[in-house]
T-cell receptor
């Protein structure tokens, strides 16, 4: 069965510092990986995806993610955090057979001014 | 482009009642999926509709049913509501990936259902 894990419930970072939100995955076959962000009382907003190609994927709002096949990881990164980045972040894998998304439990990012 | 729209945004129902949630997909999308997000958890897949048929279903009881209309919009129906059905219900639209996997799902803002 395919799954993703987000080992940190919350990540705190000072504004201007780099941030990393961790995600590991378990899939059979090729992984189709996604990051979504959720602001309070809102739906999910797409940030970026890895389907194939370069291991470093660039997305919206200055976010990027590094796909590491050997470590089965897909960590979300940003060089310089903003207070407005504070939100709930979800890593997801898309099942290649059913096309449903399987989400992690989410990581709350708090950027401190 | 209005994106994915869901209605209503909030709803309060009593145990045992029935509820219908609605979703209009992003323009050009033909596939609608529904997810349940309980408080403090990630979204859980309920089912997916394409060409007015349920294509995939997650681990949810038959009390959860749906429908897709010819214009691709969709409804989620939940019968005999339980307190545990209280959650944010998210609709996601996408293109049915007939060979093209390089697409992502777009989510609506959700319907917050509270069962009392």
């Amino acid at each position: 069965a395919q799954s993703v894990a987000q080992p940190e419930d919350q990540v705190n970072v000072a504004e201007g510092n780099p941030l990393t939100v961790k995600c590991t995955y378990s899939v059979s076959g090729n992984p189709y990986l996604f990051w979504y962000v959720q602001y309070p009382n809102r739906g999910l907003q797409f940030l970026l995806k890895y389907i194939t190609g370069d291991n470093l994927v660039k997305g919206s709002y200055g976010f990027e993610a590094e796909f590491n096949k050997s470590q089965t990881s897909f960590h979300l990164k940003k060089p310089s955090a903003l207070v407005s980045d504070s939100a709930l972040y979800f890593c997801a894998v898309r099942d290649s057979g059913t096309y449903k998304y399987i989400f992690g439990t989410g990581t709350r990012l708090k950027v401190l001014a | 482009d209005a994106g994915v729209t869901q209605s209503p945004t909030h709803l309060i129902k009593t145990r045992g009642q029935q509820v219908t949630l609605r979703c209009s997909p992003k323009s050009g999308h033909d596939t609608v999926s529904w997810y349940q997000q309980a408080l403090g958890q990630g979204p859980q897949f309920i089912f997916q509709y394409y060409e007015e048929e349920e294509r995939q279903r997650g681990n949810f009881p038959d009390r959860f049913s749906g429908h897709q209309f010819p214009n691709y919009s969709s409804e989620l129906n939940v019968n005999a509501l339980l307190l545990g059905d209280s959650a944010l219900y998210l609709c996601a639209s996408s293109l049915f990936p007939a060979g093209d996997l390089n697409t992502e799902a777009f989510f609506g803002q959700g319907t917050r259902l509270t069962v009392v």
